[in-house]
């Protein structure tokens, strides 16, 4: 096993080591660490829901009625109505015929992707995709080609050159996780037609913020119909943990049928359902809690903008300052974290080699003061 002590003396050597920093407190603007209050910009929690007291009301109520545990899997015995509830709950919501639950994010992908494609098919993806999703590409035994982020005529030659597949599926984050760009769903869409795919967009980062009803980046794009398999979170803008696929009930059905990780797996416990239907219900009742993020996300952007900080294409709550060599991107980070300011350097195998950086990410709650503190900060370590 000495292998293992020289890998991780690489990755220290490398500054690619990663520790953990312990939250002894709730989730929310400011992260309790080690009895000092830190402002974070590092969470995915955009609108602050995860410590929100209807949400909290609603798993207590659930344990309550339902008890902590699922106790086994849908299909054996753990299917609960406060499953079905969810699932009601995201396809109303999405304005989908059906939806399925998973208990995670990575798990959905991970399941659908491996489920829709196998051997004899093509899986085609975006570089810059979420590890989930090229996990799930792998897993499927299906032939894997990947494209350069957002290479529309990269897409077009793998398309063309793959007519003799059985089943082709491209499939894409629609809002990058790391870069905060949108994909370009419309040309991949019209791609998708003319060469025959199916597409699968995930919605993970766009879920609660994009488009005006909070769908996601498809209703803000106007491309909701146009996309065959919508995969989404409950772990981001509402707060919690899950991840969902929605669209036809023949989809929802096969996947109930054939995705491994939602069959092999416990049902989610369900508290964590009343949390989601809850989150659910905040974001189409309080426009106000997606309003107050976007505020801040063009505050923010119209200040980097002005002092020329290269942030990629990004334009949500995901705010990446490209930094490249990654000892530095940790330097600046630790002077952050010195100052009490939270902001996670990113660097390789997460994004590719030579483009480490901060990745700042915004929440509802912050005001204009919090951003103006980490910008001065940043002006003062970046030259
Ligand atoms: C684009 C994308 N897809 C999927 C996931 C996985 O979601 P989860 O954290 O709910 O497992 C994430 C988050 O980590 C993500 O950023």
Redesign the pocket.
């Known amino acids: 096993m000495q292998f293992i002590k020289d890998e991780l003396k690489e990755l220290e050597d490398k500054a690619l080591f990663r520790k953990m920093k312990t939250v002894n407190g709730a989730q929310g603007k400011i992260s309790l660490i080690e009895g000092e209050k830190y402002l974070s910009f590092c969470s995915?929690n955009y609108l602050d829901l995860a410590n929100h007291p209807d949400v909290k009301a609603a798993v207590i109520n659930a344990v309550d009625k339902f008890g902590w545990g699922s106790g086994a899997s849908r299909l054996v015995s753990g299917n609960m109505s406060m499953h079905e509830a969810i699932e009601n709950k995201i396809a109303k919501f999405k304005e989908k015929e059906s939806a399925i639950v998973f208990p995670?994010?990575?798990?959905?992908?991970v399941g659908t992707i491996s489920s829709l494609t196998g051997k004899g098919d093509l899986v085609i993806s975006d570089r810059l995709?979420?590890?989930?999703?090229i996990d799930g590409c792998r897993l499927s035994q299906a032939e894997f080609r990947v494209y350069p982020h957002s290479n529309m005529e990269k897409l077009e030659k793998i398309l063309k050159a793959g007519n003799s597949y059985r089943r082709k599926l491209i499939v894409t984050?629609t809002?990058?996780?790391?870069d905060g760009d949108l994909a370009l769903m419309e040309q991949i869409t019209t791609l998708a037609k003319k060469y025959e795919a199916m597409t699968m967009g995930?919605?993970?980062?766009a879920t609660g913020v994009f488009g005006q009803n909070r769908r996601g980046a498809l209703e803000f794009l106007g491309l909701e119909d146009e996309v065959d398999v919508v995969?989404g979170?409950?772990?981001?803008a509402i707060g919690g943990?899950?991840?969902f696929v929605c669209g036809s009930r023949d989809l929802i059905d096969y996947l109930r049928n054939k995705a491994k990780s939602f069959i092999y797996t416990t049902a989610m416990p369900p508290s964590v359902c009343a949390a989601s239907i809850a989150g659910i219900e905040l974001i189409e009742q309080k426009p106000e809690l997606a309003q107050s993020l976007w505020r801040n996300i063009n505050y923010l952007r119209a200040i980097l903008t002005k002092q020329n900080v290269n942030v990629c294409n990004s334009q949500g709550p995901i705010v990446p300052i490209i930094i490249g060599d990654a000892e530095k991107a940790v330097k600046l980070a630790n002077i952050l974290y010195n100052n009490k300011i939270l902001v996670p350097a990113i660097r390789p195998p997460t994004v590719p080699k030579g483009s480490s950086r901060l990745r700042v990410t915004l929440m509802s709650s912050h005001t204009k003061a919090d951003i103006d503190r980490l910008v001065n900060m940043l002006a003062m370590e970046i030259e």
């Open positions: 995915n995670t994010g990575y798990m959905a992908n995709n979420h590890a989930s999703i984050d809002v990058f996780s790391m995930d919605e993970a980062h995969m979170t409950l772990s981001k943990i899950g991840g």
